[in-house]
């Protein structure tokens, strides 16, 4: 074993989801074991237990992992499961913890971020629950990281991490296991298999899978392709590439083009979906027609009952602040609890784990269940081909008729990206305080209801996390709600989120940017975007 001096570095405070920075951040001798160290010296009682380690592929993913299984054996746990050349997608790794009742897990991704040497790194600790460590963890790190002397690691050789099995590395045992294996099983228990497989065999049903060459190629394969018999080829870019082909790893109808423009195409299949880097994001795209994560949760929520892991009906839904509020129109028809959290998965773990939800999701791209404690994109495309199966009808027939039943929410993102970060934080800062002597004052056509800095008290615990996004309701409805990303490494990234929602099924076929301009126009006349960050239009509009 050694014991290596070092100094803290700056700027080790895990944001939204873990501590992403540019590889080179990361490639500084002793800042990936400064961080290591400090979860492990803020963590009691995990001596001899297991700790699972895996990531989505990207640049550095191997070596980084050689590293970490150094320092968690010469930390004293007593086993480390490690998913195959290093891989296991977020949701696969949440899944291995709760399986084998690990003591938690390092996931090495960043997520949707763009990899390559000069792409973006990630790493983050998640619990024994499956799921990110919530605030009060994520502060003991960080905290850790400010007065760290020393790390401890150990003088061994690599291990191999292309053969499955067992290796002792100091006082632990690593075992090397199959990345796709145990997901694929867990996701057979939740779904119909069988219709599914009998509507690929149909001939009648075409899908595309874009795995936008990340994490999801290889699971997407296995359990698409293998085990439900769709075509091969039906996952493309299914090979995982340390630099995601150079592409930017996010599902969403810009930078999954490729689908995109299959799906919008002459020969479209009847159903499109598209994961991210480390396959916890997912879009659902139907023929010739897109549907938003917030509509989508909604949807999986009021047929949840035709699927049988969730035959039995579901406890409660949870949505972030900034999602929709599509589905908190099928908790109150359902008589269910709706939960709005602050954006972050971490948010919802509590509220699995007492039981109070059975179903989460993000306007993000993230949707998921108490199946594991992470958004699970596979999971949601597969839960939407078991409703495809069952219903029959195409997905653009079962979103009209949800509509008809529970009204539309047309929504949109609007982000700003790579804003000087002074000028991002003013932006807020101004806005925030003139919150107080919005309500009651008109916005061009709109009249302002309600004004307020999100806070959020979590009903389990009773923590509090305040300044998670400013929100402006308007009569009838509408909201507009500010928030600045806690996932980018350059710059600072203002998220504009606008919603509007319509009753009336005759209104139901606007182009949503058009349904939502007055709000569009709304947001710039009380945040000045283009005044003060000299911007004409949103960089990503979603
Ligand atoms: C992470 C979190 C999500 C969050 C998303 C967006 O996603 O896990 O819960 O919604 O970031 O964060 P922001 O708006 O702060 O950029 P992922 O897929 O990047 O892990």
Known sequence: MTVVSTRPFEGQRPGTSGLRKKVAVFKQPGYLENFV????????????????????????????????????????????????????????????????????????????????????????????????????????????????????????????????????????????????????????????????????????????????????????????????????????????????????????????????????????????????????????????????????????????????????????????????????????????????????WKFFGNLLDAGRVTLCGEESYGTSSDHVREKDGLWAVLFWLNLLAKRGESVEAILRDHWRRFGRNYYSRHDYDGLDTAVANDLMNALRAALPGLPGSRVGELTVESADDFSYTDPIDGSVSSKQGLRIGFAGGSRVVFRLSGTGTEGATLRVYLERFEPDPSRHDIEPQEALADIIQAAEALAGIKTRTGREKADVVT
């Not at 989505?56 to 980084?64: E, F, I, P, T």
């Not at 497989?197 to 009648?204: D, H, V, Y």
């Not at 595309?208 to 060459?213: G, L, S």
């Not at 659902?284 to 949760?297: A, E, Q």
């Open 37 to 344: 160290q400090s979860v492990f010296d803020s963590l009691e009682g995990y001596q001899g237990q297991t700790l699972v380690v895996g990531g989505d592929g990207r640049y550095w993913n191997d070596q980084a992992i050689q590293v970490i299984l150094r320092m968690a054996a010469a930390n004293g746990f007593g086993r480390i499961l490690v998913g195959q050349d290093g891989i296991l997608s977020t949701p696969a790794a949440s899944c291995v913890i709760r399986k084998y009742k690990a003591f938690g897990g390092l996931i090495l991704s960043a997520s949707h971020n763009p990899g390559g040497p000069d792409g973006d790194f990630g790493i983050k600790y998640n619990i024994g629950n499956g799921g990110p460590a919530p605030e009060k963890v994520t502060e003991d790190i960080y905290a850790r990281s400010q007065t760290i002397t020393e790390y401890r690691s150990l003088e061994a050789a690599d291990v191999d991490l292309a053969r499955l099995g067992k290796t002792q590395l100091g006082g632990a045992e690593v075992e090397v296991i199959d990345s796709v294996s145990d997901y694929a099983d867990l996701m057979g228990h939740l779904f119909d298999f069988d219709r599914i497989k009998a509507m690929f065999a149909s001939g009648a049903f075409r899908m595309r899978f874009d795995a936008m060459h990340a994490v999801t190629g290889p699971y997407a394969r296995t359990i698409l392709e293998d085990i439900l018999g769709a075509p091969p080829g039906t996952a493309m870019n299914a090979v995982p590439l340390p630099d995601f082909g150079g592409g930017h790893p996010d599902p969403n109808p810009v930078y999954a083009d490729q689908l995109m423009a299959e799906m919008f195409g002459a020969k479209a299949p009847d159903f499109g979906a598209a994961s991210d880097g480390d396959g916890d994001r997912n879009m659902i795209v139907g023929k010739r027609f897109v549907v938003t994560p917030s509509d989508s949760l909604a949807v999986l929520a009021a047929n949840a009952h035709l699927v049988p892991g969730y035959a039995k009906g579901i406890r409660g839904v949870a949505r972030s602040m900034p999602t929709s509020r599509a589905a908190d129109r099928v908790a109150e028809a359902m008589g269910i609890e709706c939960f709005e959290t602050p954006t972050g």
